[in-house]
């Protein structure tokens, strides 16, 4: 089983529609979660960060973590075109492990 | 100024050849990491470096070969190229190396990667 399991995707959507990307997790230690986005082309970089069960929220966006579950969201709202990217869960405690990305296009 | 960068950002070469993609970062961060990324943009850690330490050291042939000449700088070494080789590899710095205690120490800043092709 791998560390971290991300729903694959791809996933297209319509301009400003609610986009659920998902994360699941094998090991209880793993502390902190995070949210990388990468355009493409680009280098991942961190979106969002939390630590503990619960709701996160950064304008749009909202990370929300089940630990009990060992499952991680990412929520966005009124999603835009520039939010088309690749996101993917990393999750760390003595190691850091990514999942494999979810590929989202957002049409104008 | 940029926080991580590397140097090709593209690279094209025949098969069997050796080369090298360096990296640095301007952040003053304590360890530095090496990842791979296919075509179908899984991310895989290779190495990593804590202060010029290796700490990291997963599955990789050892055709490749991480240097780290101060904690700044951590450069990769590749032998023998082949075809396989070819992905994206991309450099990244943390404070702090994955810890249960690290917390957002242990965020990790990207470079804008180094595209292989080997032919």
């Known amino acids: 089983q791998k560390e971290v399991e991300q729903d694959p995707g791809p996933l297209s959507v319509p301009e400003g529609a609610i986009v659920s990307l998902n994360c699941t997790y094998s090991?209880?230690?793993?502390?902190?979660f995070m949210w990388y986005r990468q355009y493409s082309r680009k280098g991942p970089e961190l979106l969002m960060y939390?630590?503990?069960?619960g709701n996160k929220e950064d304008g749009r966006f909202t990370a929300q973590v089940d630990k009990s579950s060992k499952y991680i969201s990412l929520f966005i709202r009124d999603s835009q075109p520039s939010d088309s990217a690749t996101y993917l869960c990393?999750?760390?405690?003595?190691?850091?492990?990514f999942g494999t990305g979810t590929s989202l296009t957002v049409i104008p | 100024d940029t926080a991580v960068s590397q140097t090709p950002k593209y690279l094209v070469t025949q098969m069997g050849n050796d080369k090298s993609i360096k990296c640095e970062q301007n952040?003053?961060?304590?360890?530095m990491y090496w990842y791979k990324q296919d075509s179908k943009k899984f991310l895989k850690i290779m190495f990593s470096?804590?202060?010029?330490?290796?700490?990291i050291n997963e599955t990789v042939p050892n055709r490749f070969s991480p240097k780290s000449p101060d904690k700044a700088h951590l450069n990769l070494h590749i032998n023998s190229l082949e075809l396989g080789d070819s992905a994206v590899y991309f450099c990244?710095?943390?404070?702090?190396?994955?810890?249960?205690?690290?917390?957002?120490?242990?965020?990790?800043?990207f470079g804008p990667g180094t595209r292989l092709t080997v032919l």
């Open positions: 990244a710095s943390s404070q702090d190396p994955p810890l249960l205690t690290a917390g957002v120490r242990n965020e990790q800043f």
């Open positions: 090991n209880s230690a793993f502390q902190y």
């Open positions: 939390t630590y503990s069960s």
């Open positions: 990393a999750i760390t405690g003595n190691q850091f492990y």
């Open positions: 952040l003053g961060h304590d360890t």
């Open positions: 470096y804590n202060n010029k330490e290796l700490i």
